[in-house]
C-alpha cells in the first residue's frame, strides 16, 4: 500500500539555521499538508497546498516558513531562520482528489538548539 | 473560530470493559468529523470519518450537532486498542484538519 515518507526522521539544527524537511506525498494525491506538534501539544495545521500553490495557511506559518513542490514527487517546507520554538514534530499529509482522507508520513523530530 | 475539545487525557480501563473517548467540537457550519489513531512508533492513521457511518476494529462514533459532540465508543476494549487518539474537524472547503489535543487509551489486561 503506497504510503506517505518524509525526510529526515530527526534533524537537529542551531538556532538561525535554516533547514528544509522533505515529504514524498503518495503519488496521485493532489492536496498535500503540513502540520507541527510541539512535545505535550496538540497537532496543528501550518499549510496546505494544491494546484501548485498555497490554498490555506495558519497563523503559525509566517514569513520564516515557505513550501515548495521543485518536482513532481517531492514537497518541502523550509524554516528559514529557525529559532527554538520551532522544535517538534513536523507531520506532512496528502489526500486525493475528492477523497477525505489525509495520509500521514511519519514524521520528521527538528530539534533546534 | 473552530476548536475539537478532548478533555482526558489519559483513559485507562481493563481489557473487556468498555470504551468512551470524549469529543466535543465547536464550529458554525456543517463539520466534518474523524477519529485519528496514533500506536505506539506508529503514524497517524484514521479510523472512522461521521459521513461514512462505519465500525472499524469495533468503534463506532455519532455525530450529535445537539451536543456537538463525536464521542468514540467500543463495547469491548482489547489490550490492542493502547494508543493515542485524536478527535478532528474539517469542513469541506477549508481541508485543513483541526485536531484535539488527544487521549491516550491504556488498556489493561
Known amino acids: 500500500e503506497p504510503e506517505v515518507t518524509q525526510t529526515p526522521s530527526h534533524q537537529v539544527t542551531q538556532m538561525g539555521q535554516e533547514v528544509i524537511l522533505r515529504c514524498v506525498p503518495i503519488?496521485?494525491?493532489?492536496?498535500f499538508y503540513w502540520y507541527r506538534q510541539i512535545l505535550g501539544q496538540k497537532v496543528e495545521f501550518l499549510v496546505s497546498?494544491?494546484?501548485?500553490?498555497?490554498?490555506?495557511k495558519s497563523e503559525i506559518f509566517d514569513d520564516q516558513f515557505s513550501v515548495e513542490r521543485p518536482d513532481g514527487s517531492n514537497f518541502t517546507l523550509k524554516i528559514r531562520s529557525t529559532k527554538l520554538e520551532d522544535s517538534a514534530m513536523y507531520f506532512c499529509?496528502?489526500?486525493?482528489?475528492?477523497?477525505?482522507?489525509?495520509?500521514f508520513g511519519p514524521g520528521t523530530r527538528l530539534t533546534v538548539t | 473560530a473552530q476548536r475539537v475539545t478532548q478533555p482526558e487525557k489519559l483513559l485507562s480501563v481493563f481489557k473487556g470493559a468498555p470504551v468512551e473517548l470524549k469529543c466535543n467540537y465547536s464550529y458554525s457550519g456543517s463539520p466534518e468529523l474523524f477519529w485519528y489513531v496514533q500506536y505506539s512508533r506508529q503514524r497517524l492513521q484514521l479510523l472512522l470519518r461521521h459521513i461514512s457511518r462505519e465500525s472499524i476494529k469495533g468503534f463506532t462514533a455519532d455525530l450529535n450537532k445537539g451536543e456537538t459532540s463525536f464521542h468514540l465508543k467500543k463495547p469491548f476494549a482489547q489490550e490492542e486498542d493502547s494508543a493515542m487518539y485524536y478527535c478532528a474537524l474539517t469542513n469541506t472547503g477549508r481541508r485543513a484538519l483541526t485536531f484535539g489535543s488527544g487521549t491516550r487509551l491504556q488498556v489493561q489486561p
Open positions: 499529509a496528502s489526500k486525493s482528489q475528492g477523497g477525505n482522507e489525509q495520509y
Open positions: 497546498f494544491y494546484n501548485n500553490e498555497i490554498s490555506e
Open positions: 503519488s496521485n494525491h493532489l492536496y
